[in-house]
């Protein structure tokens, strides 16, 4: 069975600098396709970045990146010069694709930005 | 060029009734997923339907049922309302390249369903 998990219930970090925050995932598949979620406390869930597995090269959105680590089935992401609109709940998912559409998901980090 | 619509945005029922949430698509997606979420957990998945058929289904009982309509508008029909159901219910929306194939949701701002 395929799993998320994000061990990090909660992270704070002062504006403007960087913060990193962890998921792990487990799967017997090859072909997968793994996200960053981001849902504000209107509960909106914004997609932030995805990541291909068959790709090696991290995802980058802006100040938005991910360090995907294929045989660690780790996919962290890291956000720089953060800002007070980057707090929210940040959850990780994962989808394995052909003929397995549904989008599993970690338990969610709380992120909170200190001015 | 819009996004992901839900409707209604909150909706209270009490136990035993049923209920219909309503999903339009982003344009250009042809397939939508449902997904509920309760306070402080991630979503869990209901099911997904494309080409107007239910092509996976998470596990939830039979009382959650679905309909994707020719324009790709979907509805996830609650019936027997339990205390339990009460949550955030989500839908997604997505393009099918190719049959067997999923790509990246995008989510509507969901609908807030409290069962009293």
């Known amino acids: 069975a395929q799993t998320v998990t994000q061990s990090q219930p909660e992270m704070s970090v002062q504006e403007a600098e960087t913060v990193t925050l962890s998921c792990t995932y487990d799967?017997?598949?090859?072909?997968?396709?793994l996200f960053w979620y981001k849902q504000p406390p209107s509960r909106q869930m914004i997609l932030v970045i995805r990541?291909?597995?068959?790709k090696q090269q991290n995802a980058t959105e802006n100040r938005f990146s991910v360090n995907f680590q294929k045989a660690a089935k780790s996919f962290s992401l890291k956000i720089s010069d953060s800002q007070l609109g980057d707090a929210a709940m940040y959850f990780c998912?994962?989808?394995?694709?052909?003929?397995?559409?549904?989008?599993?998901w970690g338990a969610g980090t709380k992120l909170i930005i200190k001015p | 060029d819009a996004g992901v619509t839900q409707s209604p945005t909150h909706l209270i029922k009490t136990r035993g009734q049923q209920v219909t949430l309503r999903c339009s698509p982003k344009?250009?997606?042809?397939?939508v997923s449902w997904y509920q979420q309760a306070l402080g957990q991630g979503p869990q998945f209901i099911f997904q339907?494309?080409?107007?058929?239910?092509?996976q289904r998470g596990n939830f009982p039979d009382r959650f049922s679905g309909h994707q309509f020719p324009n790709y508008s979907s509805e996830l029909n609650v019936n027997a309302l339990l205390l339990g159901d009460s949550a955030l219910y989500l839908c997604?929306?997505?393009?099918?390249?190719?049959?067997?194939?999923?790509?990246?949701?995008?989510f509507g701002p969901g609908t807030r369903l409290t069962v009293l």
């Open positions: 990541q291909e597995a068959y």
């Open positions: 998912a994962s989808v394995l694709g052909d003929s397995n559409y549904q989008l599993i």
């Open positions: 339907y494309y080409e107007e058929e239910e092509r």
């Open positions: 997604a929306s997505s393009w099918v390249r190719r049959r067997g194939s999923t790509d990246t949701q995008y």
């Open positions: 344009s250009g997606h042809d397939t």
């Open positions: 799967t017997s598949e090859s072909d997968y396709y």
